[in-house]
């Protein structure tokens, strides 16, 4: 599991994030939810080491690797799959060969072995038909699926997302969202996003940051039952009855 023990980081005089306390546990979809600003990618970015702690613990697999050097964070990426906002997929690579170069550097394995495991990864996240498409040819949403199958491939524990459906309309959002879910079971999946159509579908748990603070962790029902004021501000009146 991840783990975030009192964790606190400041830019300068702003304190991002104070005192937070939030666990992770293996097999989960857990949302980190907030207003823009409320630092929720840079909670995620102190998993892998692009930020560090000015105080407090990150824990990954019950070890502290808050203050890893660069060299031992290396051990702790190889674990996690990053999707960031944009694919950044190569524009002249196919998506088979975007993921196939993914898994010949991480695995070492020879050019052929490589294309193989990404046909398997593509076919089995329906992908198979794009697999020779290059990124100029899709749209933004089949981007950011061959990414996630790029990621997946990886064969991480842990596969963190920095807000995958911003900027995508509404059905290639929920693709997006249906891939997510199919992969329940296979990795420990952590979505940063403000999307509640997606916080509400696929989250089994729920951290909603709120002024530097964790404020409120739960399930999709507990954060819809809510009274709390800032909790409703940010559903923004969603009607009561299920969607």
Not at 118 to 129: F, H, I, K, Q, V
Not at 169 to 186: E, F, M, N, S, Y
Not at 214 to 236: K, M, N, W, Y
């Amino acid at each position: 599991m991840i783990e975030f023990r009192r964790l606190t980081k400041r830019f300068g005089d702003r304190t991002v994030l104070e005192d937070i306390d939030l666990v992770i546990p293996t097999g989960t979809v857990q949302f980190v939810i907030g207003p823009s600003g409320a630092g929720k990618s840079v909670l995620m970015k102190h998993v892998v080491g692009l930020v560090r702690a000015d105080a407090g613990e990150v824990r990954v697999d019950d070890e502290d690797v808050t203050h890893y050097s660069e060299a031992e964070f290396y051990g702790v990426r190889r674990k996690c799959g990053f999707v960031f906002q944009q694919a950044t997929l190569l524009d002249g690579l196919s998506v088979r060969d975007n993921v196939a170069l993914a898994v010949r550097y991480r695995f070492g394995v020879s050019r052929a072995e490589a294309r193989a495991r990404a046909d398997t990864e593509l076919t089995r996240l329906d992908l198979a038909a794009w697999a020779h498409k290059f990124p100029a040819d899709l749209g933004a949403g089949l981007k950011k699926r061959a990414a996630i199958a790029r990621a997946v491939a990886l064969e991480p524990q842990y596969l963190i997302y920095d807000e995958p459906t911003t900027g995508l309309d509404p059905v290639a959002a929920r693709r997006v969202d249906r891939l997510i879910a199919a992969l329940k079971g296979r990795v420990t999946q952590i979505v940063v996003s403000h999307d509640l159509a997606s916080i509400l579908g696929v989250a089994d748990r729920i951290a909603m940051l709120h002024n530097a603070r964790v404020h409120l962790e739960g399930t999709p029902a507990e954060l819809r039952a809510s009274d709390d004021a800032v909790i409703r501000q940010f559903l923004g009146g969603l009607p009561d009855g299920p969607m």
